[in-house]
């Protein structure tokens, strides 16, 4: 069993920063592949980033460029940097893993362990 916590969320203005944390406990993180999802009201929950036990990344097309998905092996942490912040990356950004280390998951249900979320507001 994994249990995962985010944190580093909150209010920020358009074009700011913010890096949101996930930290893991209770298995071996190394064998998990890991995303950042994040859901806005009245949307359905997606994939932003994604990055395998090796450290192969993967983006969704509206982040491309501005967020960074990056993993401490060592500090059981996966972390998600985002820079050029706009007001529709506003949403709950949720940290998410499954056991297929060395695979690209999409789709929700192919994940095993979820996290409580945590609130990223982009406004002035």
């Known amino acids: 069993q994994v249990q995962l916590v985010e944190s580093g969320g909150g209010l920020v203005q358009p074009g700011g920063s913010l890096r949101l944390s996930c930290a893991a406990s209770?298995?071996?993180?190394?064998?998990?592949?890991m995303g950042w999802y994040r859901q806005a009201p009245g949307n359905e929950r997606e994939l932003v980033a994604h990055i395998t036990s090796n450290g192969s990344t993967n983006y969704a097309d509206s982040v491309k460029g501005r967020f960074t998905i990056s993993r401490d092996n060592a500090k059981n942490t996966v972390y998600l940097q985002m820079n050029s912040l706009k007001p529709e990356d506003t949403a709950v950004y949720y940290c998410?893993?499954?056991?297929?280390?060395?695979?690209?998951?999409?789709?929700?249900?192919?994940?095993?362990?979820w996290g409580q979320g945590t609130q990223v507001t982009v406004s002035s």
């Open positions: 998410a893993g499954h056991t297929s280390p060395y695979s690209l998951k999409r789709e929700k249900f192919e994940y095993d362990y």
């Open positions: 209770g298995s071996i993180f190394s064998m998990y592949a």
